[in-house]
């Protein structure tokens, strides 16, 4: 039976989430069951909220307990403001190797930055290159200009160690040029986090591959049940080794020995 | 009673790439739907801009809806930039074939809605045929089709109800609850928008009653925005649930 394995999740507190009726905070406890519930083994979980307060502090620590209590089932990104500078490194060093976590998590709106702002990302990114942990980039949405799978590639080409989550397909607005990106980078793969559309999933499988692609939920701002049911039914071109490989495999190849 | 409010039947090249039956015709449709769980589908011819005039399209949903008439409902797709022509074929099928509305996408015809000159006698005839209008909004080209210029065009024809596609998702969503509140014969549906909490934004500030599920299937499963209503928004009761996935477009359609 296939494991499935979410590369896209939100752990930690967001007055957001009450609004549709959930807690104001999810914990390890709500993602074991909600994961449970629909049949999901494992997931990789970053602080919600873009460019929140206190720099993310309190719900990295929610995720690194969460992670200390279910190493098998929650998997953790440090999320850090890149302008912080030295702090920002610091900080994730900290996160990474004191407290267990496995990736780090960019999103532009964080902290009001470009992709191609190399001076501003390139410090961070060589602490990531010698943590050897692999860094998502939020790509696409209404922002997508400032974030592109491009970009991403560009960064990929200069770290060839690293490997690069390309998150969300570039979906909406940039998902047209996620291929090409993917090619001109081998160290890049992507995930599946709000994508509902089949034909962008399917173009990018027969350009890169299947073993390039992550199932994502973005859980809870998408319900965690929407996503396994695109690749287990939804996906009829897909082979049974390329549907294991997206909803699974490629996600404990992606963080190794964690999973 | 499950209702989709925006989904497509017909021929599309990318449906057989993802291995899909193509042309996807009335009987895969409610195959699709038996599977699913959906009840009725309001679809319309896929592919924007395409040949033709979607008239391939549009002939097959007319024999899909003479085979299930009581399960799916037919979008007349419609290039304003033709005119007379354009009212004409807009005629027939609601006149001769049944069609229930009419659905509007600027990249149709490389168009904004805020061309009044152009979109107006399509309104007109939209209103003297009595069918429901929806309009595509946001997305990559959604400075030219925002939910505001939707409640511009309503607030001159308010006896036509309005559909505010994809609730201006993604870009213009922000417009959708202020588009809504200012012309009260609009009403919002939801394809591509699989996240609650814009949802429960618009319904917390406009009701229920407004709001219709829409799946953009098969280029999306059609199953997702029921499972997403019914059980990932817990702030709505039995009753709203009930509107927004079945009972609003009923009432829009008029088919109690």
Known sequence: ?259 | MICDAHAYLGNSPGWAQMGLPVPLDGHAWVEMMDRSGVDRALVAPPGVGAQQDFKPDMDRIAQAMRDYPERLFGFCRVKPRRGQTAIDELRMRVEEQGFRAIKMNTLDDDYRLDDRALIDPVMQAANEFGIVVFFHTGDAHGETCQPSMVADIAVDFPSTTFIIGHCGYVGYQHQTAPSLKRAPNTVAETAGLLTPAIIQGIVDEVGAQRVLIGSNGPNTPIELPALMVNKYMNKLNPEEKALITGGNFERILRLD
């Not at chain 1, 080794?241 to 992606?254: P, W």
Request: charged share 20%; net charge negative.
């Open chain 1, 1 to 259: 039976m296939t494991k499935i394995y979410d590369a896209h999740g939100y752990l930690g507190a967001n007055p957001e989430f009450t609004s549709y009726g959930l807690p104001e905070i999810l914990d390890g406890d709500w993602w074991i069951n909600t994961m449970d519930a629909c049949g999901v083994t494992g997931a990789l979980v970053a602080p919600p909220g873009a460019g929140a307060n206190q720099d993310f502090r309190p719900d990295l620590e929610r995720i690194a307990r969460a992670v200390k209590e279910h190493p098998d089932r929650l998997f953790g990104y440090a999320r850090i403001k890149p302008r912080k500078g030295p702090k920002a490194i610091d900080d994730l060093r900290y996160w990474i190797e004191e407290r267990g976590l496995h990736a780090l998590k960019m999103n532009t709106l964080d902290d009001d930055y470009r992709f191609d702002d190399r001076r501003l990302l390139d410090p961070i990114l060589q602490t990531v290159d010698s943590l050897r942990v692999p860094t998502l980039f939020h790509t696409g949405d209404t922002h997508a200009q400032t974030c592109t799978p491009n970009m991403v590639a560009d960064i990929a080409a200069d770290f060839p160690n690293s490997t690069f989550i390309i998150g969300h397909m570039g979906y909406p607005n940039s998902d047209q040029e996620l291929a090409d990106a993917m090619l001109r980078a081998p160290n890049t793969v992507t995930e599946s986090a709000s994508v509902f559309r089949r034909i962008v999933v399917q173009r990018t499988v027969e350009a890169v591959g299947a073993q390039r692609i992550l199932m994502g939920s973005n859980s809870p701002y998408s319900p965690l049940e929407l996503a396994p049911p695109m690749f287990q039914h939804h996906m009829p071109a897909l082979s049974q080794t390329e549907r294991d490989a997206i909803l699974g495999s490629n996600f404990i190849h992606l963080l190794g020995a964690s999973t």
